[in-house]
């Protein structure tokens, strides 16, 4: 959802414009309630109307001054894994400059789709833009990686900017050239030779900690199956998972989505609990589980309940699209759960 907060007359009217140009599939346009038409919706005060929007929103744009939008967003910033983009641009639509969240949020992507559609100039300041270097979280959120600790992205991007050496190692293989400033290391004593300091991991695992500073990029394709007795609540459900998920060195992260039996679609505790990691949670019927082959632990009493012989880890497998097994059955107060590793591809 892509939120415009016009001050001007101008500004309404240039508001209109990208309404029209189908930038998004929805662009929902506030006005100054003193200069407002049907054209969009009124507004008088800037805080109130943000309370509202802002944690429904991917981007806002401001149309006005940029002093005003700073001041108006300050007092709802958190960080940039949560914080929407944040766009500003003139009434006469000359320039589009994104202000917050260029990477993570995509404001400087919106920007220069604004700028494509209306034909202003986007002004870019990220430094990594700029010299058309390496930007981590770019690559991660092209490639749907989890990044473990978001503080170490400006590091990793200072020294690529500054031309410091700066490790590479990826537990799976990545199309493409590896970028100027990263060091392919194949073995760990390269890392002491070079004198690197810094790394970029791509692992599935937390561990083993590679490099003094480390920016850990993990694959958030784990399938959980799970099996359950009716009535088990969410909070019972995510305790079970993360502790389960942590003891075998996963993060809840990692997870995409949450699969089982069909006769559990209406489970309660599970649809709340995959709305909670804003996951899917899919079903299979039993003719469906029984199709597929593969080393799984079978129970005659399950059989005979629900007419599979393993519900969690054959739809974790299902769900996985025929994925590796991370973590067989285990059972826990009248719950089961197990997890499979999706194939990817990561690419540069």
């Not at 991007?157 to 194949?186: A, F, H, N, T």
């Not at 970029?200 to 937390?206: G, L």
């Not at 920016?215 to 799970?226: D, Q």
């Not at 709340?272 to 005659?300: C, H, M, R």
Request: proline share 3%; with cysteine; aromatic share 10%.
């Amino acid at each position: 959802m892509v939120y415009i907060i016009a001050f001007t007359r101008a500004g309404i009217v240039l508001g209109k414009k990208i309404q029209q140009s189908n930038m998004v599939e929805t662009v929902v346009l506030f006005g100054w309630y003193k200069y407002v038409q049907e054209d969009a919706i009124p507004f008088a005060h800037t805080k109130q109307l943000l309370e509202k929007i802002w944690k429904k929103a991917d981007a806002i744009v401001f149309i006005g001054a940029a002093g005003i939008a700073v001041r108006s967003i300050a007092p709802f910033l958190t960080d940039k894994v949560n914080d929407p983009a944040i766009l500003v641009m003139d009434e006469k639509g000359k320039f589009v400059i994104p202000i917050l969240s260029g990477h993570l949020g995509g404001a400087n992507a919106y920007a220069e789709q604004l700028a494509r559609k209306i034909g202003a100039v986007p002004v870019i300041t990220t430094a990594t833009d700029c010299n058309q270097c390496f930007a981590v979280d770019l690559f991660a959120q092209k490639n749907g990686l989890w990044i473990a600790d978001w503080h170490e992205i400006k590091e990793i991007s200072s020294r690529i900017l500054e031309k410091e050496p700066v490790g590479w190692i990826s537990e799976y293989d990545v199309e493409g050239i590896l970028p100027m400033g990263l060091i392919q290391i194949e073995e760990k004593e390269q890392i002491q030779s070079f004198h690197i300091e810094a790394g970029v991991v791509i692992a599935s695992k937390m561990e083993p900690v590679y490099f003094p500073l480390e920016c850990r990029l993990l694959p958030k394709n784990l399938v959980i199956g799970v099996g359950c007795r009716k009535g088990k609540s969410l909070e019972e459900l995510e305790q079970f998972f993360v502790q389960q998920l942590e003891q075998h060195g996963f993060q809840k992260q990692q997870v995409n989505k949450i699969v089982s039996i069909d006769r559990k679609q209406q489970e309660k505790g599970l649809i709340e609990l995959a709305k909670k990691w804003k996951i899917p949670f899919l079903t299979y019927s039993s003719d469906q589980l029984n199709a597929v082959e593969g080393d799984f632990s079978n129970s005659d009493f399950v059989k005979q309940t629900v007419g599979t012989s393993n519900v969690c880890e054959r739809s974790a497998y299902l769900g996985s699209r025929c994925g590796k097994k991370r973590m067989k059955k285990t059972a826990r107060d009248g719950m089961t759960m197990a997890v499979y590793e999706e194939a990817i591809a990561i690419s540069f």
